[in-house]
């Protein structure tokens, strides 16, 4: 037991100092390298006796801890009372306290794992390990024991100060995904190299084909339709008569431009487009449709919708305001509404390919790819009921890109609707060859290049990529447009390449060799692992 007087406790780097020599092995002499076996069993960290107690090496080691967390030792046990601890907080010197301390917090419920990041603003790292600590020894306490789980997950070599109070709470560490790039992508003129962002073999080599055609093609044309994000609070009356007038104020003129008013007041760049009313009983859904420069704005239609809907209180004393979201936006879900009327971007892309460069990169005929699209894109997804879904794989592109440029990834469900089509081009009659004719019109596509993830170094690196990183200050707007466009020019070459693999067959080779992970295949019996092996190995 510790005295209560602090000039008879050690120091931690003494108590440390002390501890690690006993551990010693005898082939290291006192004030050598301590040499600490990893909680895997198997490797072996070498830090210096006098970097392991310091605060320096609590921050610089990469040595997982015994609980499998990944965080380094402090390097001193609890050495305060929890009353002691308490009054240390109180007195705002928390950065004394050691990790097993605030650990002791922590569970005696003085402190918040969820509030760990404003405990530590300039050290946003040591709560990011605090709360790994925390988790991995409640995951050893319980009854099915999975603390090696963390050891995997990395959390070391990142800016925490992107992510707090903008993209995720409670922060245990981070995903790395792979990017991939494609391209170059011959857009409007101009060429762009492409970063995708998946797990899904074969995604980037097939769009990358895509665009080999496009190129060989003279490229694609891009057209952006309208720009207008959309919120659609519902509010609730008395009876249908009071929500019917409610909808014909709305819709007069010079009532909507005291909407305009209000709703510009709340922002330097969003400018409200329309109000879009539907009755339903006595319920009146308002879906508010604006311009937010590049932000991807649902933020920006949040604060001003709410200062609209305040306003249409004063008018109407009676309306109830049920929910600033009523589903009609709509946000998230793909929805006819969306198909039709637009949300975020609408693009629409076209490319015309020669029949010479249909064979020579993609191996088939204008005429087999256009029969494929009209069976499967537009009979097959209309057999399904699909809604948005008159494509190949859309979203498998859009996702990609989403990731990899800080999107809001929940929203390619929506962005991702799509409908592709191709027709062929008769031979001209004074010679020539016949050709493919290809469109996807993408109605809401949801981009922004400020605000959210696009905050974060490496999707600001794929932004940068494609020439569109921030704001563009000379025609606010653009960059989200021209990333739109991208996607849009993106989408087509992967449906191109996708389609031509159905038409010669060859997706299930293609992805054998390329979407199979050869070193999972170990637990496999030995007959089926080498029966596996052998169709992944094999050329399509």
């Given at each position: 037991p510790q005295s209560e007087d602090s000039t008879d406790r050690p120091s931690v780097a003494e108590q440390c100092t002390v501890d690690a020599a006993d551990n010693l092995p005898d082939v290291f002499p006192s004030g050598e390298n301590l040499r600490a076996m990893g909680s895997s069993g198997d490797e072996l960290y070498v830090l210096s006796l006098a970097d392991a107690c310091t605060d320096s090496a609590h921050h610089a080691s990469l040595a997982p801890s015994r609980d499998g967390s990944q965080c380094p030792d402090e390097g001193a046990s609890i050495t305060r009372s929890f009353e002691q601890c308490c009054t240390v907080l109180e007195e705002g010197e928390i950065s004394s306290l050691t990790d097993d301390e605030i650990l002791l917090l922590l569970r005696r419920g003085k402190m918040s794992a969820r509030r760990l990041e404003k405990f530590f603003p300039d050290d946003l790292s040591r709560a990011v390990c605090l709360r790994r600590k925390l988790l991995s020894a409640d995951v050893l306490a319980s009854a099915d024991s999975t603390a090696g789980a963390l050891r995997e997950l990395p959390f070391t070599s990142y800016k925490y100060s992107e992510v707090f109070g903008c993209c995720c709470e409670n922060v245990l560490g981070y995903v790395p995904v792979p990017v991939g790039v494609v391209g170059p992508l011959l857009l409007d003129g101009k060429e762009h190299h492409v970063p995708l962002a998946t797990t899904e073999g074969c995604l980037v080599a097939s769009t990358n084909r895509g665009c080999s055609a496009l190129l060989k093609s003279g490229g694609v044309h891009s057209a952006v339709l309208s720009d207008g994000m959309s919120r659609a609070p519902v509010v609730r009356f008395p009876s249908v008569l009071d929500a019917s007038a409610a909808k014909k104020w709305c819709e007069d003129s010079g009532n909507f431009a005291c909407l305009q008013d209000a709703f510009n007041l709340t922002?330097?760049?969003?400018?409200?487009?329309?109000?879009?009313?539907?009755?339903?009983?006595?319920?009146?859904?308002?879906?508010?449709?604006?311009?937010?420069?590049?932000?991807?704005?649902?933020?920006?239609?949040?604060?001003?919708?709410?200062?609209?809907?305040?306003?249409?209180?004063?008018?109407?004393?009676?309306?109830?305001?049920?929910?600033?979201?009523?589903?009609?936006?709509?946000?998230?879900?793909?929805?006819?509404?969306?198909?039709?009327?637009?949300?975020?971007?609408?693009?629409?892309?076209?490319?015309?390919?020669?029949?010479?460069?249909?064979?020579?990169?993609?191996?088939?005929?204008p005429e087999k790819l256009a029969r494929l699209n009209y069976d499967k894109?537009?009979?097959?997804?209309?057999?399904?009921?699909?809604?948005?879904?008159?494509?190949?794989?859309?979203?498998?592109?859009?996702?990609?890109?989403?990731?990899?440029?800080?999107?809001?990834?929940?929203?390619?469900?929506?962005?991702?609707?799509?409908?592709?089509?191709?027709?062929?081009?008769?031979?001209?009659?004074?010679?020539?060859?016949?050709?493919?004719?290809?469109?996807?019109?993408?109605?809401?596509?949801?981009?922004?290049?400020?605000?959210?993830?696009?905050?974060?170094?490496?999707?600001?690196a794929c932004l940068k990529m494609l020439g569109v990183n921030g704001p563009n200050m000379e025609e606010p707007g653009q960059n989200s447009a021209q990333l739109a466009r991208v996607i849009c020019g993106t989408v087509m070459a992967g449906e191109l390449s996708l389609m031509a693999a159905l038409v010669t067959g060859d997706l299930v080779t293609s992805h054998l060799r390329h979407n199979r992970s050869l070193s999972s295949l170990h637990s496999q019996p030995s007959s089926d692992r080498g029966e596996t092996v052998q169709a992944a190995t094999s050329s399509p």
């Open positions: 922002s330097r760049f969003a400018r409200l487009q329309s109000v879009h009313c539907v009755l339903a009983g006595n319920r009146l859904h308002l879906r508010f449709t604006a311009t937010t420069g590049d932000a991807m704005g649902m933020n920006m239609l949040s604060k001003g919708v709410d200062q609209c809907v305040r306003h249409l209180c004063t008018v109407f004393p009676r309306m109830e305001v049920v929910s600033l979201s009523g589903n009609f936006c709509t946000d998230k879900k793909p929805s006819a509404v969306n198909w039709i009327l637009g949300r975020g971007k609408s693009v629409v892309c076209e490319a015309t390919l020669p029949a010479s460069v249909v064979a020579q990169v993609l191996k088939t005929t894109n537009l009979v097959g997804s209309a057999m399904a009921g699909s809604l948005g879904g008159c494509n190949a794989h859309a979203a498998n592109v859009v996702t990609a890109i989403f990731i990899a440029t800080g999107q809001d990834v929940a929203q390619s469900g929506t962005s991702s609707a799509c409908i592709t089509q191709l027709e062929v081009c008769a031979a001209p009659e004074d010679g020539g060859e016949s050709s493919l004719h290809i469109t996807c019109s993408m109605p809401c596509l949801e981009t922004g290049t400020v605000g959210g993830g696009t905050n974060l170094s490496a999707q600001q």
